[in-house]
């Protein structure tokens, strides 16, 4: 299987292997959601419950510009203030009405201010909600995670977390696709999930970029156990696991982009290449895996001999993938002129961190 899916990732891209040098901003870490798996999530007053300042987003936004990023990943807890009253307040305190008021605001800051470009996960949206995202950000993304409903069900992973029942989101990814939205979703592995369920999201998508063709990128991720979620005593998927969703992923999507987490494979994650993958994800030469705080991104040249180590060259690439740039490009407004600053004559990043 492994042979077969590497096979088809050359004939799909051959020889490159491409990572966005990007800066991770998490714009807020409340969030209504209680998955039992997530380490970034707070409640309002829970200690490292924190809303970044349009200060702060430049901040870090223009630190990583000067170190060579080219991406501003946005992410977010999903509509907090609709169950936190403190959360109504901080955004009036910044002058807006909702966390996705907020958001957009944001990333209009960090286009106009800086040549980073945007890429917000904010959870679910509407279709007038990804309109006007998407006049600030090139790509967009939102993990389906699973299409198994058993992980809703009391002790489930997704137990009290209403946004991740799999129609809501599934409905957010086919309205990004009548938009013509770039638009990265994936999977996540170890959850609760069984093979088959894994196969079945994988369809999903599947069938969703078919009648679009908008999924620019599909992430295959694994579970990670950590001491203070409700599944630290969860295991987790095992190498061959990872590898064979990853091979499964790609055999079933040849022409979609596959990417997979370094950090989370370490420290022998350049084996993910034997499985099909073409990207590395987002890897940031600044700020840390707020997700995943425990696993380290690769520094880029220890990721950069690694790569070149399994015979294929690596490449910087922009949040929005060469193949899907048309769309945007060929829009008007500051969007627009950022991402013809941006690209090379292929369609990837011009400069790399």
Known sequence: MLTAARNAKERFKPRVITYSPKVFLPLTNICRDYCGYCTFRRDPGEMGAHTMTPEEVLQVARAGEKMGCTEALF????????????????????????????????????????TLLPHPNPGLLSSEWLKRLAAYSPSMGLMLESTSESLMCSGGAHDNAPDKLPSKRLRTIENAGKLSIPFTTGLL???????????????????????????????????????????????????????????????????????????????????????????????????????????????????????????????PRLPVYPEFIGGPINGTGLLAQRLADAIDADGYARRAA
């Open 189 to 315: 592995i170890g959850i609760g999930e069984t093979a088959e369920d894994r196969v079945d999201t994988l369809i999903a998508i599947r069938n969703l970029h078919r009648r679009y063709g908008h999924i620019q990128e599909v992430i295959v991720q694994n579970f990670r156990v950590k001491p203070a979620i409700p599944m630290s005593s969860w295991p987790e998927p095992s190498r061959g696991e990872m590898l064979r969703a990853v091979a499964v992923a790609r055999l079933l999507m040849p022409d979609v982009n596959i990417q997979a987490p370094p950090n989370l494979s370490a420290p022998n994650y350049e084996e993910l290449l034997d499985a099909g993958i073409n990207d590395w994800g987002g890897v940031s030469p600044l700020t840390p895996d707020f997700i995943n705080p425990e696993a380290p991104w690769p520094h880029l040249e220890q990721l950069k001999l690694r790569t070149e180590m399994k015979g294929y060259t690596l490449k």
């Open 75 to 114: 992410s977010l807890g999903d509509k907090p203030e609709l169950l936190f009253p403190q959360m109504r307040e901080t955004l009036r305190h910044l002058g807006y009405n909702s966390t996705l008021q907020y958001l957009e605001k944001m990333c209009e800051l960090v286009l106009r201010e800086t």
